[in-house]
């Protein structure tokens, strides 16, 4: 794998046109969580999908990395699955909390990761499925809907 500019773009665009795949599942991972946790969680569009694409790919230094993790997602395959079970999920988590960005969204996009990968299931080479989860987990847990990221934190300290 070699990772240019060009390439780069190329895996921004891969990633907008799996809108429909990812905002799907996306929604079903919020309809899910916001079951189990007792809170409404605002359902995401395609358009506000593609938009944070473009945003996570704005930055250079993280877009490299979303588009390496992809691509390796995406080529990823283990004779018989299981014994690569491990690196799949490490690859799928490591994406989702690139996406999400620094803590403590990173790591609650790793732990979505694992509830958006009991999620899906893609035909084809191990890591699709991997790819999927990570990027509903990453996107999910970044775009607006939740409640509590909508509102200041109470545990903000302020200089006087």
Known sequence: MELTPD?????REALKTRASTTVSLINEVREALGDRFGVDVAPVTEAQYRAEVDAVFADGDVAVN???????????DVQGDYPGFV?????????ASTIA??????LLAQATFHVADTMT???????????????AAGFQTRLP??????TESPFAVRSE
């Open 145 to 150: 809907g939740w409640e509590w990221t909508e």
């Open 121 to 135: 299931h893609t035909d084809g080479v191990a890591g699709v499925d991997d790819l999927d989860a990570a990027l």
């Open 101 to 106: 960005g620094g803590q403590p969204l990173a």
């Open 7 to 11: 390439a780069v773009a190329a895996e």
């Open 66 to 76: 979303v588009a390496a993790y992809a691509g390796i997602l995406r080529e990823l």
């Open 87 to 95: 690196v799949d999920e490490i690859l799928g988590r490591e994406l």
